[in-house]
């Protein structure tokens, strides 16, 4: 599976921004979904995840579920990452990615198969 990622820009703190991963091969119940982000200089750190098996079972990263919501339109292939309240500590490359079934160390980029290309995600005045 292919994933492209886009809805990135510019946005002033407590501004909102959602990003798009659409797949380019069907990503079904059998896939888990997620997005990482990666700011200058540091780890890619894990955001969201959607776990597979069909169902609306979410991960979220530290301090930010309450402010991310992580979602899917099966319909459309498609994963999105609604981003909320956002800090200029947000700001960072946002990638998303799939694999199939679960892993115990989901938080982990290496738990994940595919990866879609960087949307730059900027918060500033």
């Known amino acids: 599976v292919q994933l492209q990622a886009s809805g990135g820009g510019l946005v002033q703190p407590g501004g909102s921004l959602r990003l798009s991963c659409e797949a380019s091969?069907?990503?079904?119940?059998?896939?888990?979904v997620g997005w990482f982000r990666q700011a200058p200089g540091k780890e890619r750190e894990f955001v969201a995840a959607?776990?597979?098996?069909?169902?609306?079972?979410?991960y979220y990263g530290d301090s930010l579920k309450g402010r991310f919501t992580i979602s899917r339109d099966k319909a459309k292939n498609t994963v999105y990452l609604q981003m909320n309240n956002l800090k200029p500590e947000d700001t960072a490359d946002y990638y998303c990615a799939a694999r199939t079934g679960w892993a115990t160390n989901w938080n982990s980029k290496n738990a994940w198969h595919a990866w879609g290309q960087g949307t730059l995600v900027t918060v500033s005045s």
């Open positions: 091969g069907r990503i079904d119940r059998n896939y888990s």
């Open positions: 959607l776990r597979s098996g069909g169902g609306t079972i979410t």
